[in-house]
């Protein structure tokens, strides 16, 4: 009976919610992935594998970017009392993105001429992995703060957790290795654990917490969205 | 009713324009203090800072070069430059996303000044970064071991690089009014950053990688600061004019408008092809004529001064170096017998710059008798290199026939190399390529690499092992057995008191 109601809430929020999706952040993201790798196609159309495998992980790079946005919700206040849970509605967003990104990461790995390609199973838990991560922490900044929009901030914290990655990470915990590395199977263990530690961050962070206490976390942003929202 | 005035208006646009000024620089000093209290803004200078701290000590093993000591800290800055152009992007575009554009619009500052002011609130932040690159490179300058003189154009690329890309975070705030543009933009650095990064410098020093703010050298030897000729001055001029460019295009985009402000952005903008074709042109002549004549005949350039009976040249920057210099073969000339104990020695630096930083290239051993040759490079694994050809010039007469030695006489040098260092067995694994204490390996020298044999290196890390008191007589009394050529690696261990390798000697 409650499967069959919330089947139904699905199926009527897919239209509004697909409507009412941030598309242009991700879109860009997307595009700019896409274009970084047709560019370096037509420049150099027999990449190194270690080249193939850094201009992949940056088209990674700006897709998850892009997915930052994604949790953005300039309705969120008012939605919060709906009896259609945030969760319910979180996850018709993600059913509206995966196939789409699905279909993005296919042509990206297409775009790599095949000689060069990285092993793409691989390749692709690295991207499911980054996606997923800047996913939760969109999640995680709704559900710590009272941003409407936190996506610049989330965006920007995990970009700066991209470019400092490689250069902190100790030798024994690298994640980020070059393809015919020894490291390559280990490395992959660890994006595996990446990717089940995102998944549980973002499933964590679903819920509409109870009640905001007076004193939740308030991060101070890039952009100074440290106060609760004065546009309501 | 008519109104008769006392006396004429007064003209209040003078006082207006007084008014912006002060309310801009106003706007400014607020959006300076909180872009530097962002979170990317304080993460970025915490690791940039850490950095500094972690690596300046060890900085080229504790005997900086400042030529190379000025240029140190420039990649790392670029971590600064991405975290403050995607926040004052934000701060641009903070009016829009909060929705008070519209009040804005009612107040003494039209939108060219308060991007002006964004603009403007670039500069604590850049200031920071200029203290923070000037205390790395004064820790360096302060150490007693550091030579060679630093380029204030190197030192200025750093901030200015920060400045570029901070007025790159308002432009794209002005031109998009997207928050997706910046970390899209930084994202794009990133990969221009990994992929220029990775491939070699190419067959020119010069060029077109000039354009990337922050340039590389593929090569980390140390030459002396007159033959590097990095075109830093103009490379300064070129950031300083581009991101007064970008900055002046900011303002422009904002509404600014005026004969002033175009003549500025057509000012910096010349400002920066000056800078940019400049930095690119070729290596001059004289340049290559001096870099040829320091790597054929350094003895041209070189001041050559007496420490005990021997000689040390050096170019003028490392003639304060000689003491170490002379202090190590001291030591070895102290082990050693015979006439080896007084054999006036020549000590002469040397550097193949004729390629100057665009690939490393190994020195030719020299085949004058008695003299030996020092790098650049001092402190740590260098010491017991040059310890080693000390040794080897001295048993085997020179760097030439040093290079060959595959007899018992390589035993006799790394001893007479190494018992005097002050961790003899840390410095036998630091003075061998695979870093490792059996087995046989290369030895490293500051010209051509010596090998030891696995019987060998058995018998050195014996004798390293007993008292200096021990062994030291043994040399001294055997010393023209010990070092006469096809002497085997078995016959100087029972001269010397230790026990025989079983394998013959036989060079790889």
């Known amino acids: 009976m409650r499967v069959s109601r919330q089947a139904r809430a699905i199926r009527q929020l897919l239209l509004p919610a697909a409507r009412a999706l941030p598309w242009r952040a991700p879109a860009a993201g997307a595009g700019l992935g896409l274009l970084i790798l047709a560019v370096a196609r037509i420049v150099d159309s027999d990449p190194a594998p270690w080249l193939a495998a850094v201009l992949l992980r940056c088209a990674i790079l700006a897709d998850a970017v892009g997915l930052a946005f994604l949790m953005d919700d300039p309705a969120r206040h008012t939605t919060a009392t709906v009896p259609t849970r945030r969760a319910l509605r979180t996850a018709v967003r993600l059913a509206l993105i995966t196939p789409v990104t699905a279909l993005w990461w296919t042509a990206a790995l297409l775009l790599v001429p095949s000689q060069a390609r990285p092993p793409a199973g691989a390749l692709t838990l690295e991207a499911a992995a980054a996606c997923v991560l800047a996913l939760a922490a969109g999640a995680a900044a709704v559900r710590l703060t009272d941003a409407l929009a936190p996506g610049p901030s989330v965006a920007a914290a995990f970009l700066f957790t991209a470019v400092v990655a490689p250069l902190l990470l100790p030798d024994r915990w690298a994640l980020f290795v070059a393809p015919g590395d020894a490291r390559w199977e280990a490395a992959h263990q660890r994006w595996a654990g990446v990717l089940v530690g995102a998944v549980l961050l973002w499933g964590m962070c679903l819920p509409e917490p109870v009640r905001r206490r007076p004193g939740a976390l308030r991060v101070r942003s890039p952009s100074g969205t440290s106060d609760p929202s004065r546009t309501w | ?508």
């Open chain 2, 1 to 508: 009713m008519t109104a008769v005035l006392d006396g004429a208006p007064v003209a209040t646009r003078d006082a207006g324009r007084r008014s912006s000024w002060a309310a801009a620089l106003a706007l400014a000093l607020f959006e300076a203090r909180r872009l530097l209290l962002t979170l990317p803004v304080l993460l970025a200078f915490a690791l940039y800072v850490g950095w500094i701290v972690w690596r300046t000590p060890d900085f080229q093993d504790g005997y900086p070069a400042l030529q190379d000591a000025d240029r140190a800290g420039q990649t790392t800055l670029l971590l600064v430059g991405m975290a403050v152009l995607v926040c004052v992007n934000q701060a641009v575009l903070r009016a829009k996303r909060r929705d008070t554009e519209r009040h804005f619009a009612v107040l003494v500052l039209p939108r060219s000044w308060r991007t002006a002011a964004h603009a403007l609130s670039l500069v604590p932040v850049v200031l920071l970064t200029a203290v923070c690159a000037l205390a790395q490179f004064g820790w360096s300058a302060l150490r007693s071991g550091a030579v060679g003189s630093g380029s204030p154009g190197e030192l200025l690329v750093g901030p200015l690089t920060v400045l570029l890309f901070g007025a790159l975070g308002v432009l794209l705030a002005r031109l998009v009014a997207s928050p997706i543009a910046a970390p899209l933009i930084t994202v794009l650095l990133v990969l221009m950053l990994f992929v220029a990064g990775g491939f070699p410098a190419g067959d020119g020093e010069r060029g077109l990688r000039w354009l990337a703010p922050v340039v590389t050298e593929a090569s980390s030897q140390t030459l002396p600061a007159a033959l590097l000729d990095r075109p830093a001055a103009w490379h300064a001029l070129y950031l300083a004019g581009f991101a007064l460019t970008l900055a002046l295009l900011a303002v422009l985009a904002g509404g600014g408008r005026g004969w002033m402000l175009t003549a500025a952005t057509a000012g910096a903008a010349a400002l920066a092809v000056t800078g940019g074709v400049l930095q690119c042109a070729p290596v001059g002549a004289d340049t290559k004529a001096a870099r040829e004549r320091a790597s054929v005949s350094p003895e041209k350039d070189q001041t050559c001064v007496r420490h005990g009976s021997s000689t040390y040249c050096a170019f003028p920057e490392w003639t304060a170096r000689t003491e170490s210099w002379a202090d190590v073969v001291h030591d070895v000339q102290s082990s050693a017998g015979g006439t080896a104990r007084t054999q006036p020695l020549v000590v002469r630096q040397r550097i193949d710059a004729r390629h100057g930083l665009t690939g490393d290239a190994a020195l030719e051993p020299s085949m004058t008798p008695h003299q030996v040759t020092v790098g650049t490079a001092w402190g740590g694994n260098r010491v017991p290199e040059f310890s080693a050809a000390v040794a080897a010039v001295l048993v085997a007469g020179d760097e030439k026939a040093a290079g060959s030695l595959c007899d018992g006489r390589m035993v006799t040098v790394m001893w007479l190399a190494l018992n005097r260092l002050p961790d003899p067995m840390t410095s036998l694994r630091d003075v061998r390529l695979d870093d490792s204490v059996s087995g046989s390996a290369i030895v490293l020298s500051p010209t051509n690499p010596m090998s030891m044999t696995a019987g060998q290196t058995d018998v050195v890390r014996e004798l390293l092992g007993r008292p200096a008191g021990e062994i030291a007589p043994r040399v001294t009394a055997h010393w023209a057995e010990l070092t006469t050529p096809k002497v085997t690696t078995a016959r100087v261990a029972k001269l010397l008191g230790v026990a025989a390798p079983k394998a013959a000697d036989r060079c790889e």
